[in-house]
T-cell receptor, first 115, second 115 residues
Framework: NAGVTQTPKFQVLKTGQSMTLQCAQDMNHEYMSWYRQDPGMGLRLIHYSVGAGITDQGEVPNGYNVSRSTTEDFPLRLLSAAPSQTSVYFC??????????????FGPGTRLTVL | GESVGLHLPTLSVQEGDNSIINCAYSNSASDYFIWYKQESGKGPQFIIDIRSNMDKRQGQRVTVLLNKTVKHLSLQIAATQPGDSAVYFCAETYGLTGGGNKLTFGTGTQLKVEL
């Protein structure tokens, strides 16, 4: 299994541009989440999904959209990039069931800079 | 202006010594607590978790202690090795049933292992 994969690894945007961060997992996990991590800080939840077709907001959802059309994919869209969205973005998936249902598997991250 | 990131608290230990990393959590309703390890440039990696109905859980070289009275969590690493150098985050979550897996992260502790 590849686990959780994210693309791109690095991205530079200009203010006002839009883009989509891709996230995919091949572990058939029900739950997927997006976090952002700012320098010297912990991760903050942006959006999450408990299954295909179901999404909900996390702690810092403004400026981001998500969709979950399949179990495998959970893209994060920046509608109109702002410098405040400069951060490292992590996608994670969780089984949701079984003994390890609470264990989140994180992707390698996407480093985004908005100029 | 540009925001300044917080400086992470740092714990320096000698190789072979035991490490204790502490975390205070905020939500008395949280029912799962998790420790993550994050190496530079990588996503967080699950270490160990504990349910709120337990006060101690052991893994390989790691022990997590939970004190619900004072809302305190600790991670003990036995015989600390250079490969343990990383940032360690505690996270809390609640409402697992049908509510996804929404994690609230602490700010992290930088562990430095000195040879």
């Amino acid at each position: 299994n590849a686990g959780v994969t994210q693309t791109p690894k690095f991205q530079v945007l200009k203010t006002g541009q839009s883009m989509t961060l891709q996230c995919a997992q091949d572990m058939n996990h029900e739950y997927m989440s997006w976090y952002r991590q700012d320098p010297g800080m912990g991760l903050r939840l942006i959006h999450y999904s408990v299954g295909a077709g179901i999404t909900d907001q996390g702690e810092v959802p403004n400026g981001y959209n998500v969709s979950r059309s399949t179990t495998e994919d959970f893209p994060l869209r920046l509608l109109s990039a702002a410098p405040s969205q400069t951060s490292v973005y992590f996608c994670a998936s969780t089984p949701g069931v079984g003994d390890s249902h609470n264990e989140q598997f994180f992707g390698p991250g996407t480093r985004l800079t908005v100029l | 202006g540009e925001s300044v990131g917080l400086h992470l608290p740092t714990l320096s230990v000698q190789e072979g010594d035991n490490s204790i990393i502490n975390c205070a959590y905020s939500n008395s309703a949280s029912d799962y607590f998790i420790w993550y390890k994050q190496e530079s440039g990588k996503g967080p990696q699950f270490i160990i978790d504990i349910r709120s109905n337990m006060d101690k859980r052991q893994g390989q070289r790691v022990t997590v202690l939970l004190n619900k009275t004072v809302k305190h969590l600790s991670l003990q690493i036995a015989a600390t090795q250079p490969g343990d150098s990383a940032v360690y985050f505690c996270a809390e979550t609640y409402g697992l049933t049908g509510g996804g897996n929404k994690l609230t992260f602490g700010t992290g502790t930088q562990l430095k292992v000195e040879l």
